[in-house]
């Protein structure tokens, strides 16, 4: 889902270094259960800061160091189970392609489930790179919960439990791991900023978290702004800028 957390370090769009690790004086982890997450109603994913809405589109454009980059993210109707903890969980797809100068660089395949505590847990995902003309370069960062099916890229890697993606009540200094499979993904999140108005060419949005995303992976930092019903909407690293410019999910505020 962030690229940056993966090996070879990559960002959302385009290669983004991350923080080695968050130090150990940083505030506690987010609550999350104690006991393994129910998913009796996997594929209702209303969480505020994660919604899931089928058939939505989101559109970014931004900049990397002057290089034009945009991103695109599809919500499919489509869904996939994964065996976990002795049981089946569906889980929703969300596909993000990413742009440099036009031309697609890479595209994820990434599922979702939420808990009944309203947790989004990440089951994973598979990763298309692509070079210059356009074929598939490689799968890296690809790894599922689970066996990776024969339709999967190979090097998929096989997580043994889904991570924390989004926690039901987000609170500052809340810190979990979306991404927990070191040296293939590593993610650390925290949240630094609540309450907050975003301006972004889609309108404004009122109440959004702050996110501080670090990686194991690679020295640096990235920003992602959440915004109630509809996730993502700014996404920023040293000399680089992504910002929401289209939603089919909850519009911005008017004032």
């Known amino acids: 889902m962030n690229s940056s957390s993966r090996l070879p370090v990559r960002t959302f769009l385009a290669s983004v270094p991350a923080v080695i690790m968050i130090s150990i004086a940083c505030p506690a982890w987010a ?3 104690s006991a393994p ?4 109603d996997p594929l209702s994913i209303d969480n505020a800061f994660f919604p899931f809405e089928p058939e939505g589109l989101k559109v970014f454009e931004g900049s990397d160091h ?28 969300l596909v993000e392609e990413a742009y440099e100068d036009d031309a697609l660089v890479e595209r994820s395949f990434n599922y979702f489930a939420q808990a009944d505590d309203g947790t989004v847990y ?20 690809s790894w599922l919960v689970g066996c990776p099916s024969g339709s999967d ?37 925290e949240v ?11 309108g404004k949005y009122d109440g959004a978290i702050k996110i501080k995303e670090s990686t194991r992976l690679g020295p640096g930092t990235e920003f992602k702004w959440y915004a ?26 008017d004032d």
């Open 31 to 33: 609550e999350v259960p």
């Open 153 to 189: 890229p190979e090097e998929t890697a096989d997580a043994p439990d889904p991570a924390v993606f989004m926690p039901a009540n987000p609170e500052l200094g809340d810190t979990f791991k979306p991404e927990d499979l070191f040296p293939i993904v590593d993610e650390t999140a």
């Open 66 to 93: 002057g290089t034009k980059i945009g991103a695109v993210d599809y919500y499919l109707t489509e869904t996939r189970t994964f065996q976990w903890n002795g049981a089946g969980v569906e889980c929703r797809i």
């Open 37 to 40: 997450p129910t998913f009796s």
């Open 122 to 141: 990440y089951f994973g995902e598979v990763v298309d790179n692509f070079d210059e003309n356009g074929e598939v370069l490689n799968h890296d960062g």
């Open 192 to 202: 630094v900023g609540v309450d907050l108005d975003v301006l972004v060419p889609a």
């Open 228 to 253: 109630p019903g509809v996730g993502v909407v700014k996404v920023q690293t040293k000399g680089e800028t992504l910002r929401l410019t289209y939603s089919t999910l909850v519009q911005p505020t």
